[in-house]
């Protein structure tokens, strides 16, 4: 099986291959009818972030005043709408970005269509921090620190980065004589385009739920701390490592993939299980660092095992009314041991905490999501019942009047009998009576020449 890598999932839902097949040649592909492309930005979760379809130059694709772009959710999924006549090929290109305090879009990175792998059985285009590095392990993996970074995760480890609550303030790029600029004054360039190149980056970022501003610092890909933030007069080296993520990425990939072949079923029990699984193991993270009290360490443990049976009875049983119980008993628990977490003053476990409960927060959508679909599937299948009673009662109707229609012809072929034998009867009398007339016509004219005849004899 092929080795799944993403960043960006792409899956095309149309059925007309929107982005063009094959490398080379710059064949285009136009859409006969509305269709849409629906994916995943993964960096772990990414949440917030901007992707869109660009043409040949890197320009974000314009219809009817329209960008073809999308925000992803908490899950890193998002659908863009592609209007009907719209063509694409080859040298059509997919951004990434961050908004920016002005509303103005900062790209991340931006890779060609035919760059991307592409799985056939499911349509899947991937983009990862390995291919937007072009294989540079190094870059790739100052790539995912940037955008966690930006997403206020100054550890690099949390499952869910939100961009939707960062603001860039500021973006200077270092020049080659040691000058800063601001990024608005280069053309249309991405900040991974910036690092290709080796140039520093200093990013003024506030994140709104960490209520905190602080600067990132992105230095050449060959430097001893590539990524840096620092916050007031304290700095953080910040470690992302891309082969640390990938498997997990990898998990929720075959996930997507379970979707994109319409088993619904196993897509919410592998997400799922995936999910549960990263909790319990942020948990032992935290509980192996030693930074919490006794009694705090114990109510972590005790959560963790409950994640874990959990996970077991989904492998086992799927997702049932039972383990979707289970489930929320157990979120009940990781919110209550998240608000202890939240209270204690090392800054590392405060983080961790924020990203447990944008976890947490994922899964709870996920199993409400899952219920309204089993609501929604039963509604529909009752409407149908509904439909195909009522056809059933108009095809009966349809039946009696049909055989009322051939009562009425029978009966009216009756008439019309009837009516031929009368009017057979009428016509025979009056024949006869014009013959007796014509007898009678005769017999006086026999007669009258008879008389006639002998008086002139």
């Known amino acids: 099986m092929r080795k799944l890598l993403t960043a960006a999932t792409l899956i095309v839902t149309s059925s007309a291959l929107l982005t063009g097949c094959g490398g080379g040649g710059g064949g285009a592909a136009t859409t006969s009818s509305s269709s849409s492309v629906t994916g995943a930005t993964y960096a772990s979760f990414v949440e917030g972030a901007k992707v869109c379809i660009e043409d040949s130059n890197k320009n974000v694709i314009t219809v009817n005043g329209t960008e073809l772009c999308s925000t ?26 961050v908004v920016d305090q002005n509303g103005d879009s900062i790209k991340i990175a931006d890779v060609p269509i035919t760059q991307l792998e592409v799985d056939n059985s499911t349509n899947v285009l991937e983009i990862t921090p390995e291919n937007l590095a072009a294989g540079n392990e190094t870059l790739a993996n100052q790539i995912g620190a940037l955008i966690h970074a930006i997403g206020g995760d100054l ?20 020049t080659q004589d040691n000058q800063t600029e601001p990024l608005q004054s280069l053309s249309n360039v991405s900040l991974v385009d910036l690092l290709k190149n080796k140039k520093a980056i200093i990013i003024k970022n506030y994140h709104k739920l960490l209520n905190k501003e602080y600067l990132i610092q992105v230095n050449a890909t060959d430097s001893q701390e590539p990524v840096t933030c620092k916050l007031g007069t304290v700095i953080k080296k910040l470690n992302y490592n891309w082969k640390e993520h990938q498997k997990e990425i990898e998990e929720h990939l075959q996930a997507l993939q379970y979707l994109a072949s319409g088993n619904v079923q196993q897509f919410e029990v592998h997400r799922l299980a995936s999910l549960i699984d990263s909790i319990s193991k942020k948990l032992q993270t935290i509980a192996a660092s030693g930074l919490l009290p006794s009694d705090e360490g114990s109510d972590v443990q005790s959560v963790v095992s409950e994640l874990m049976n959990i996970v077991e009875d989904l492998k086992t049983n799927g997702l049932t009314e039972d383990t ?75 039946v009696q009047t049909n055989q009322e229609l051939q009562g009425s012809n029978q009966t009216q072929a009756q008439a019309n009998q009837e009516l031929e034998s009368s009017n057979q009867v009428q016509e025979n009398q009056e024949l006869q009576s014009g013959n007796q007339a014509q007898a009678q016509v005769n017999q006086e004219s026999h007669e009258e020449l008879q008389s006639s005849n002998q008086t002139q004899s």
């Open 155 to 174: 550890d690099g480890n949390a499952t869910v980065v939100d961009l939707s609550n960062a603001t860039i303030e500021n973006v200077e790029v270092q």
């Open 72 to 97: 992803t959710a908490e899950d890193g999924t998002f659908t863009i709408q592609i209007s009907q006549g719209v063509t694409l090929s080859n040298d059509n290109r997919v951004g990434l970005y």
């Open 324 to 398: 979707k119980d289970e489930i929320q008993n157990a979120l009940t628990d990781v919110n209550s041991l998240i608000e202890a977490l939240s209270s204690n003053n090392n800054f590392s476990i405060k983080r961790k905490a924020f990203s447990l409960q944008k976890l947490a927060s994922v899964i709870e959508n996920l199993i409400q999501n899952s219920t309204e679909v089993e609501i929604t599937q039963q509604t529909s299948n009752e409407t149908q019942v509904q439909l195909n009673q009522e056809l059933e009662g108009s095809n009966q109707a349809q």
